[in-house]
């Protein structure tokens, strides 16, 4: 639903900008009311876990993040998170490959070779595994706060070059900014 509450589809058909911007930036530009899903066959057992890297190492890890995501095969699923060890911040990388697991790992060498990772704990492990393994930390009646205070210039390096086609997005289904309680990117720049 858009900010002037009309329902609308988006798929590689039906709205295509639409559906680019809800794919890579977030609830800028409506509440998603209704998934449809084509489902694939995969071996229950695919290759997961995280890369741990300390904080100081962050802001490189994010960009080179950032840098091989744009081309990662599909099999390949990459969350980048800051927390909180008990030693102090870090940043990891989640992987989840569900395809054959060889070229995961041949894929997966740049990777696990970047910067100086602290620990790597990617292994072959069961897809409900890697599905369940945030079920603690996001128990119900746990509170969190995310500040998304980002300046202009933040937002154009996160999103990079799509950054004026997002903002494009933004003024023609969002132009009031109704959708701005997330990683918010402008109806304007200006």
């Known amino acids: 639903m858009t900010a ?22 977030g609830g800028n530009f409506g509440v998603v009311t209704s998934i449809e899903y084509r489902l694939h066959d995969m071996d229950p057992v695919i290759l997961g876990g995280s890369i741990v890297w300390s904080l100081a190492q962050a802001r490189d ?4 993040y950032r840098d091989i995501a744009v081309d990662a095969p599909d099999v390949v699923n990459l969350d980048p998170v800051l927390y909180w060890e008990s030693d102090g911040p870090v940043i990891e990388i989640e992987v989840c490959w569900s395809g054959d697991r060889a070229q995961g790992e041949a894929w997966l060498k740049k990777l696990r ?3 100086k990772p602290t620990r790597d704990a990617i292994v072959p492990m069961p897809y409900v595994a890697i ?15 995310v500040d998304s205070d980002v300046t202009l210039a933040g937002y154009r390096e996160n999103y990079g070059a799509n950054f004026e086609r997002l ?15 997330n990683a918010n990117v402008p109806p304007k720049i200006g």
């Open 4 to 25: 002037d509450a009309r329902f609308l589809r988006a798929n590689d058909k039906e709205n295509p900008d639409l559906y680019w911007g809800l794919r890579g930036g």
């Open 61 to 64: 890890v994010l960009r080179y």
């Open 113 to 115: 070779a970047f910067g």
């Open 131 to 145: 599905q369940s393994g945030g079920d603690e930390l996001l128990a119900p009646g746990r509170y969190y706060y």
């Open 167 to 181: 903002v494009a997005l933004k003024a023609k289904y969002d132009p009031n900014n109704l959708f701005r309680l």
